[in-house]
Structures are given as structure tokens and as C-alpha cells.
């Protein structure tokens, strides 16, 4: 098992800022690729940002490219999602996964192998 909890979340005015960040447990954080999704009432679980397990590669959804930016550190055991320029239409649940070790897809396909329980963001006009 490798428990991910995700904290950050909250209400933020349109055009602010959120920091989200993953707390991942276990020592095979360094091989994992990451990534967030995020999940809107009556919507789809969507991909937002996914990063290499070396932090070398990343890959955005569209809709949040220019706007949000992942990273990680491996040493401290933590992913992060920093959302600038928040719009109407960012509000969800924000969940932080980890994909099985050595996987270098980069993107929303395929399985996640474990998922966080994840954090609402709030955005308002």
C-alpha cells in the first residue's frame, strides 16, 4: 500500500491561487510517475498534470496548461499542484495518484495504482 493524502484545498476568489500537495507514504515515491485528477459534481474523474518519477517530464490537460504547474521532491515525499489564475470552471475534488513503479506514461490513461481520498477546491466569481 502507499497511502497519498492530499491537503491544500479550500475557497479561493476567481483569478487567485491554491497550492495543493500530496503527502505520499512508503519508500517508492521515486519510481512512481504522479498525478492529479480532479472530479466536478455530475462530471467525470478528469486528468489535470502528471510528472516523472524523476520530476524531468511533465504533461497538463489543456484546459489548465499555462495555469497550473506540478512538481515534486522525492526527499520529502510530496507532490504538488500549484494553481494559479483560478477559473469558475476549476471547483472539484483534487485527487493525487500514483501510478505502479517504473511506469512512464504520462498522462490519464491506463490505471492509477493507488488514489488519495482528495481535497475540494472552490472557486468563486
Known amino acids: 500500500q502507499v497511502p497519498l493524502v492530499e491537503s491544500g484545498g479550500g475557497l479561493v476568489q476567481a483569478g487567485g491561487s491554491l497550492r495543493l500537495s500530496c503527502a505520499v507514504s512508503?519508500?517508492?515515491?521515486?519510481?512512481?510517475?504522479m498525478g492529479w485528477f480532479r472530479q466536478a459534481p455530475g462530471k467525470e474523474r478528469e486528468f489535470v498534470a502528471a510528472?516523472?518519477?524523476?520530476?524531468?517530464?511533465?504533461n497538463y490537460a489543456e484546459s489548465v496548461k499555462g495555469r497550473f504547474t506540478i512538481s515534486r521532491d522525492n526527499a520529502r515525499n510530496t507532490v504538488a499542484l500549484q494553481m494559479n489564475s483560478l477559473k469558475p470552471e476549476d471547483p472539484a475534488v483534487y485527487y493525487c495518484?500514483?501510478?505502479?513503479?517504473?511506469?512512464?506514461?504520462?498522462?490519464?490513461?491506463?490505471?492509477?495504482?493507488?488514489w488519495g481520498q482528495g481535497t475540494q477546491v472552490t472557486v468563486s466569481s
Open positions: 510528472i516523472s518519477w524523476t520530476g524531468s517530464s511533465t
Open positions: 512508503g519508500r517508492t515515491i521515486s519510481i512512481r510517475t
Open positions: 495518484a500514483a501510478r505502479r513503479p517504473y511506469s512512464a506514461v504520462l498522462d490519464g490513461s491506463g490505471s492509477y495504482e493507488y
